[in-house]
């Protein structure tokens, strides 16, 4: 697993999410290994399995997209076609898309996902939020689509190109734009959301098929956790969020 | 005196008065009333003051340091108006001096101290009308979902201070913090900053959920000579040469006890002088520290800044001591990731395995958003705790959080009511002389200390709405 400017856009409990991960591979015996790239550094699109990018302030994400385009684009394309694992959260998400249009200036990012980020007068999207998952990527549990719950805290907001699939429908929040009803998008298994809380901690079941995608497994095929402490705190995240 | 401004106080005591009646626990509500009648109601009342007014703000420790330069000023016979409920808002600030007031035009205290929210520093220093000092200790990530960014706050306060009504207010200032000690880049004079000046107390590297981390004028990393706590340290930049200023007021030779007390040599133009503490970890060394360098601008003497702070007890909630069925309570409030890490890291200093009780809400005080948990460093506890009681109304991901710090799930318990909570941490077989570490977050606190007040633990809870 890699995690881009892991001291630049970490603003949001982002080591949250890389901890689950961690921990859910040690305790089944997964090899886990964490490295990092931040300014001015190469990447190996072939080295890892999950490529992480996590939130920031306005003025670091701008440093981190000129590096991006300048070091790391090119590698991520690659890993992108390779069908490896891309998470982008909050500002990590709106850096895989096309452009972010701040006030005066716009980002140039990835566009790994066919999106666009603008600001617009008004609040920023702020709440709890709870959404389904596209049964595309993460099928269905129940015969129903599986939800992730957790905070929203952001002032882009992200249009969905012709070319973009959303990563879910809202349930309850914002989502992308407050007005869509669509939550992230996600092309391939680069996947891009808004969602904090931490993502994963909340979501344990997504972890988990972070870990079973990367490696190429069915979820099945992962050993079961203990994981009564995690349902309670996925059903009090649902809870919170009114679903 | 205007009639009219007599009148609304009156009203406004009246109708603060009211709402306590009907169960509304505010110590801002008469003070927000008078001010809807009365928008210059703060300038008016505290031009009464014959020693003016100081203010203070920080994201750490503003409640503590106020009581701590309250206890100097005491030994001073110096009567304050202070905010000591921690009611840090316009309505809080105006519900002091509306207390304070005396309906013949004079007022009940001399110095007006007030500690201020962050994002009010600006409006209530101007509404202040040249504040004798302002006091600005640090800036860190609080609450995510209140205020957005860090950089927002920063660049409020430094237009704030450009203000007519700050520019002849001294500025007291913590060096260790790149981003306060800026704000005093354009000041020729009237700056004083503060510092921890201690090598052997310098961390490894800079934590996790340390913010400020780039030059304020030219954008390239600091260089960190040794860091103290979150982001507070000595640094430099190695693209401008900007250097952390040197400070007037230092603490040198820092020593920490435990989750009891601790020592520093204090060091002022004035002189130099051991002084200890009542009260636990590096934090407290910091806020009191700023209490000293705020008394040392206004030309306090040393004699009593070391006694003032000697005698400072922990402020309303934070680091408190109780009795409780024969144990020892300790109430260690954890607010945002810095905070909890400070605590956390006292805690550990105190050997063996600690019993906790960790009450995690999301009510609006606390921040809706609890995700800051992960950033902060529970895996102190790893190894470290016999038993975890998670309360409050996120208690699962409380204890999600700890049992990925590395607590065992076994010594985990989730019980989201408070007051079962508590009876089943506290009344555990095998605990009689152990102490309880509660660690709330900020409405937790207030219900805790309810809770023991109910019960006849403490003298009062008072409760206060920002």
Redesign the interface.
């Known amino acids: 697993m890699c995690a881009l400017y892991p001291?630049l856009l970490?603003?949001?409990?982002d080591?949250?999410n890389l901890?689950?991960l961690e921990?859910r591979c040690r305790w089944r015996g997964i090899g886990f290994e964490a490295s990092s790239s931040g300014l001015g550094d190469r990447l190996d699109p072939g080295a890892h399995d999950l490529f992480y990018i996590g939130g920031g302030?306005?003025?670091d994400q701008e440093?981190c997209a000129e590096d991006l385009l300048a070091t790391k684009a090119r590698a991520l394309r690659e890993a992108h076609a390779n069908e490896r694992l891309v998470l982008g959260i909050c500002g990590g998400y709106q850096l895989l898309g096309h452009s972010y249009a701040l006030a005066g200036e716009t980002i140039e990012g990835v566009g790994l996902l066919d999106v666009r980020t603008v600001r617009e007068p008004g609040p920023?999207l702020?709440?709890?939020v709870a959404f389904e998952v596209s049964p595309t990527l993460t099928g269905t549990e129940d015969g129903r689509p599986r939800v992730l719950a957790?905070?929203e805290?952001h002032?882009g907001r992200t249009r969905l190109g012709a070319g973009a699939t959303p990563l879910g429908r809202v349930l309850r929040g914002h989502g992308n734009d407050g007005r869509s009803g669509w939550e992230g998008a996600f092309s391939g298994h680069t996947i891009g959301t808004y969602l904090?809380?931490?993502l994963l901690?909340?979501n344990t079941w997504f972890a988990d098929w972070l870990i079973a995608t990367a490696l190429g497994l069915d979820e099945h095929e992962l050993a079961p956790l203990?994981d009564?402490?995690?349902r309670?705190?996925h059903?009090?995240?649902l809870r919170?969020a009114g679903v | 005196m205007a009639r009219g401004l007599a009148m609304k106080m009156a009203l406004a005591r009246g109708l603060g008065a009211l709402s306590r009646l009907r169960g509304g626990a505010g110590t801002s509500a008469p003070g927000k009333a008078l001010l809807r009648m009365d928008p210059e109601a703060i300038g008016e009342l505290s031009a009464r003051l014959p020693e003016g007014s100081v203010l203070l703000s920080a994201t750490n420790g503003k409640t503590t340091t106020a009581t701590m330069i309250a206890s100097i000023f005491s030994h001073e016979g110096l009567r304050l108006v202070h905010n000591r409920a921690g009611a840090n808002m316009a309505g809080g600030i105006a519900s002091t001096l509306l207390a304070a007031a005396r309906p013949g035009g004079g007022i009940d205290g001399e110095l007006g101290l007030f500690e201020v929210d962050e994002m009010w520093l600006a409006s209530i220093a101007s509404q202040l009308r040249r504040p004798r000092a302002i006091l600005l200790s640090n800036l860190f990530?609080d609450q995510?979902?209140r205020y957005?960014?860090?950089?927002t706050i920063a660049a409020r306060w430094a237009y704030a201070l450009r203000d007519d009504h700050t520019r002849e207010s001294a500025l007291v200032l913590n060096a260790d913090d790149p981003v306060i000690a800026d704000l005093g880049r354009e000041r020729a004079r009237g700056v004083l900053y503060f510092g921890i000046e201690d090598q052997g107390l310098s961390l490894p590297g800079i934590a996790?959920a340390a913010d400020a981390?780039?030059c304020r004028r030219c954008?390239a990393p600091y260089v960190f000579d040794a860091i103290y706590l979150g982001h507070l340290g000595h640094y430099h930049c190695p693209g401008c040469g900007q250097t952390r200023p040197h400070p007037q007021v230092s603490a040198e030779q820092v020593s920490l006890e435990g989750v009891r007390a601790s020592a520093f040599t204090l060091r002022t133009p004035a002189g130099s002088e051991r002084v200890t503490l009542a009260l636990p970890g590096l934090y407290n060394v910091y806020n009191a520290l700023a209490a000293a360098a705020l008394a040392s601008a206004l030309q306090v003497p040393l004699a009593s800044i070391r006694a003032g702070l000697r005698d400072a007890r922990a402020a309303f909630g934070r680091a408190e001591t109780l009795q409780l069925d024969g144990r020892e309570l300790r109430i260690l409030l954890v607010k945002n990731p810095v905070g909890a890490n400070e605590v956390l890291r006292t805690l550990a200093l105190e050997p063996g395995s600690h019993d906790v009780l960790a009450i995690l809400n999301?009510n609006i005080a606390d921040g809706?958003?609890?995700?800051?948990?992960?950033?902060a460093d529970f895996e102190l506890l790893a190894g470290r705790v016999r038993r975890a009681t998670c309360a409050g109304?996120?208690?699962?991901?409380m204890?999600?959080?700890l049992?990925?710090a590395g607590v065992e799930?076994r010594r985990?318990v989730?019980q989201p009511d408070l007051a079962t909570a508590l009876a089943r941490a506290s009344g555990d077989a095998g605990t009689s002389g152990r102490p309880l570490y509660a660690l709330p977050t900020y409405t937790a606190m207030l219900s805790l200390r309810e809770l023991l007040a109910r019960r006849g633990h403490i003298a009062s809870a008072m409760s206060t709405e920002g």
Request: glycine share 12%; charged share 35%; hydrophobic share 35%.
């Open positions: 001291d970490n603003i949001y409990a080591r949250g901890l689950v921990r302030q306005d003025r440093l920023r702020i709440g709890n957790g905070f805290n002032g904090h809380g931490p901690p909340k203990p009564e402490l995690e309670d705190a059903a009090g995240a919170v | 990530r995510l979902d957005g960014e860090l950089e996790h981390k780039h954008g999301d809706r958003d609890v995700s800051w948990v992960w950033d109304t996120r208690a699962a991901e204890a999600l959080r049992k990925y799930p985990i989730v």
